[in-house]
């Protein structure tokens, strides 16, 4: 078995990405493995020049402001003990994090799935699950709606 050294985390500050965390760092201890917090900073939105005159500066701006809150988040987790470090990347969401992937040498990925179904998931695509179909290391997807609590007694036998 491989030992766990380096776990990549993708962060997009939505309350999955973060319950996310939570599981890769509850995940990290046993191994004392260094956490790799990751945003993807997306072009596409920004590029069209009739939206945004000078979209690199805001691009820029916005990976400047990312990597701050990532930092702060490191910090917190160096004070828990959890060795942390960030990374901020442009590009299409599933490729960049494969690549850093990759580039890091994690030996595991830990990401949320927003758990959309139907249209908003054709429209909108999956990037955990074009993660899992495209990276070489183990992916560990922490699916994160709310699942009603089982009432006790309510199962058949």
């Known amino acids: 078995m491989t030992a766990i050294e380096r776990i990549l985390v993708p962060i997009d500050f939505s309350e999955s990405s973060l319950r996310a965390l939570d599981d890769a760092v509850e995940f990290s201890r046993p191994y004392e ?3 790799i ?4 900073v997306e072009r596409g939105f920004y590029e069209s020049p009739l939206l945004v005159p000078d979209s690199g500066a805001l691009l820029k701006h916005q990976a400047r402001a990312t990597e701050e809150k990532l930092e702060e988040m490191c910090r917190d987790l160096g004070k828990q003990g ?9 590009g299409v969401a599933y490729q960049a994090i494969i690549e850093a ?5 994690a030996n595991l990925i830990v990401i949320s799935s927003h758990g959309r179904t139907g249209l908003a998931h054709v429209l909108i695509g999956s990037v955990a699950e074009r993660v899992v179909q495209h990276a070489v ?4 997807v922490i699916h994160t709606l709310r699942r009603p609590k089982r009432l006790t007694g309510t199962r058949k036998r």
Do not use: M
């Open 33 to 35: 493995a260094e956490l």
């Open 37 to 40: 917090l990751l945003f993807v």
């Open 82 to 90: 959890v060795k942390c470090r960030t990374l901020v990347e442009f």
């Open 101 to 105: 992937a990759n580039k890091a040498h």
């Open 137 to 140: 290391c183990p992916v560990l």
